[in-house]
């Protein structure tokens, strides 16, 4: 549902996750998510499928991290273990993959300066401003589109 600068996005729990309640929904509220629209009728329902669930998942618990409180190079780092876990074949759409190597490389880009300290943390360590924020958006952007994508798999046009 879209109040203002406010998205509040419903997710529920997949079947077989051991949710007690069927009908259980949790509301979570992002500001400033960019590019789409959300409404009541558009909330997934709890047997949400979509050609790229695991991708939205993943991306949802990015964008998660992203919406904590803290440094945004921490909140890139946190947000960067969750990107971590996709792979090439969990993606449906080439556009989509782009995005998501191209988010990935940007956050990959230093060497480790020391032993025991990763790319990620290499990069988002010195990572500020404008790049950081810039980072930050298109994780959101991304997020949204997948999002759209599934919602639009579940939901096709009436004839």
Known sequence: MYRGDIYEVTISPARGSGARNDTAYTTLTYTNLPNIVLEESSMHPLN???PMIYVEQKLWQAVDC????????????WAANYLAGLMPANFTDHA????????WEDLTVDDARWHGEGRIEATTRDLRGFAARNIEKRIRDLYARVYEINCEANNPPLP
């Open 66 to 77: 992203l919406n904590a409180h803290g440094d945004l190079g921490d909140r890139l780092r």
């Open 48 to 50: 949400h499928f979509g």
């Open 96 to 103: 989509i993959f782009k995005q998501w190597r191209d988010i």
